[in-house]
Nanobody, 116 residues
Framework: QVQLVESGGGLVQPGGSLRLSCAAS????????MGWYRQAPGKQRELAAT???????NYADSVKGRFTISRDNAKNTMYLQMSSLKPEDTAVYYC??????????WGQGTQVTVSS
């Protein structure tokens, strides 16, 4: 099993920055891709960014150029650096890990609110 704990959400003004963290524990050696998803009120959960165990990244068009996903393997932690935040980035952000063979783990979610 893999357990995930997010942190770093909060309230930020438009144009501001925020960094989310996701700490993984358990069977982390079986993880092959991690990612950040987000769910705005009244909308479906959507992919924001992913990063493979080899460091290959992928971004949704809506966050490309503004968000950066990274991971520190020594700390078993993944990050999402968010810049130039917009009100439409307001959502609950969830950390996800896909691990062998075909399992998913989710964090509890952290609220990000972009508002003046």
């Amino acid at each position: 099993q893999v357990q995930l704990v997010e942190s770093g959400g909060g309230l930020v003004q438009p144009g501001g920055s925020l960094r989310l963290s996701c700490a993984a524990s358990g069977s982390i050696g079986y993880i092959y891709v991690m990612g950040w998803y987000r769910q705005a009120p009244g909308k479906q959960r959507e992919l924001a960014a992913t990063i493979t165990s080899g460091g290959i990244t992928n971004y949704a068009d809506s966050v490309k150029g503004r968000f950066t996903i990274s991971r520190d393997n020594a700390k078993n932690t993944m990050y999402l650096q968010m810049s130039s935040l917009k009100p439409e980035d307001t959502a609950v952000y969830y950390c996800n890990a896909k691990y062998f063979p075909t399992k998913d783990a989710w964090g509890q979610g952290t609220q990000v609110t972009v508002s003046s």
